[in-house]
């Protein structure tokens, strides 16, 4: 603690005194020397609180020549030309909208080192068209997953723990959610209006705040269940809860898919699941079996991967809620019990494809538990999910064409972890620096958060005094190591900066430049003649030329 005390007086009077410009510029930038051979590497090797002497040497031969990088840039440029100068105006008969909850920028940059390098690209990162998107709600500069649905499904922006409501309607507002004149009709309630086939897919609960926004009116997104209304003083019969709405809203009922989590919301008090788990509805019903009486044979409900790969081509919808509440992570899952995101997602868009009677179809796709991951500083977890998301991308994109199907991949809101210098190529992104030592002599992560449960497990109290924990007599690969955190939160907070947009087929190039969220489904909808039927023809299924 005296170290750091005295570290930061000491950089106070270097700022305060006259330290020199250039030698603000060497301690802002320091600079390292990564090659050489042997005990003796040219230029000495690291400096500034260096770690032990370590030699890396270009990642490979070739990146040490400039023919390398120059005819790398060609490719690109080759790329982009032949994406750019031909423009996909066709209708996008099929529009599927990714969402990886809580995917930041710095997510993907570390994604990126966990498929293999600083170089590897997520199949979405191959999309030609990129922009970014602004996250706040109606009412807050930091988002939450609630009022973000609202804007990329409804094209409106909401107040924050609200869903499919305009920001008339205030948090817990039971009154106000009761006004049809507040509803936000979503993107598959248009899709439905044209005869579109629909779904959803989810790694959380399907009554979570992100799939809620698909089909749900709510003035809190925590009323997933009728319990939740009452704990707030509200009345269930004039404020449904989410999972009630699925069930029975007009959005709801027509949805051909719904995959997910969240029985305990369908199931009242007094009844398992399968896994044994208790319902927690308190007005009796069953609203499985309700689900199952409003549909036809060709309906089924499933609760297991075994389930989900035995449906049928005569399938026509399906329910399937593979968890109580929210699906396990991936590093958790049982493979034999529970579906991935891409086996979800290869059976909705093969229903969907079936049901869509050739007027095509809308699917939400949403990877949940990014989120989950970052919330609790698991940022293993949170990359990992990041990329089974990638691979549902991956099969939704190689599995239709860009001439008619439009797939946008973006994320909700960002989060407070970042990547810090500076360590070598190919640096384990889980592990700790590389490139130098902290103040206090002691290692540093490579991925930090800004606020979290992570102070807590890299801090020692000891007579009165708060030090760091040595990270190199932690094992940081355990998929449960909360990473470090400045300020302690019970839960890492979400981040207000921009998010990423990708896209991909018809009208992709809409999502270009800084553009707010809600203008997403707006976008979405003219690809797909949903908002601007002055350009279709033939009732919504061709594009007349512009």
Known sequence: MRLQLLFFIGLSALVSDGESSHDAERRMHPVFSLMGTGSNPVGGGRFKRAMPQIVFNALRTEERYAEYWQGMAAQTLDQQLDSKLRLNTQLARNVMLFIGDGMSIPTITAGRVYLGGEEQQFAFEQFPYVGLSKTYCANMQVADSACTATAYLGGVKANYGTIGVTAAVQFKDCQAQAQAAHHVSSIAAWAQKQGMATGLVTTTSVTHASPAGVYAHLANRNWENDAEVVADNGDPELCPDAAAQLINSPVGQKLNVIMGGGRENFLPKGVTDASGAPGRRLDGRNLIEEWKRQHTNSAHYVQNRRELL???????????????????????????EQPTLEEMVQSAMEILERQSAGRGYFLFVEGGRIDHGHHDTLALRAIDETAEFDKAVKFAR???????TLIVVSSDHSHTMSLAGYS?????????NDGQLAADDLPYATLSYANGPGYDSNYLREGGAVRRKNLRAINMKNKDFMFPSTVPLA???????????????????????????????????????LTDRNMCVDGGVARRPR
């Open 491 to 529: 839960s890492e907070t979400h981040g207000g900066d921009d998010v990423a947009v990708f896209a991909s087929g018809p009208y992709a190039q809409l999502f270009t430049g800084v553009f707010e969220q809600n203008f997403i489904p707006h976008a979405l909808g003219y690809a797909s003649c």
């Open 310 to 336: 035995k449906l049928t081509n005569h399938t026509s919808r399906v329910l399937g809620l593979f968890a109580p509440y929210h699906m396990a992570y991936h590093l958790d899952a049982s493979p034999a």
């Open 398 to 404: 190689s599995h239709t064409s860009t001439d008619d």
């Open 424 to 432: 070598s190529r190919k640096n384990d992104i889980f592990g700790i």
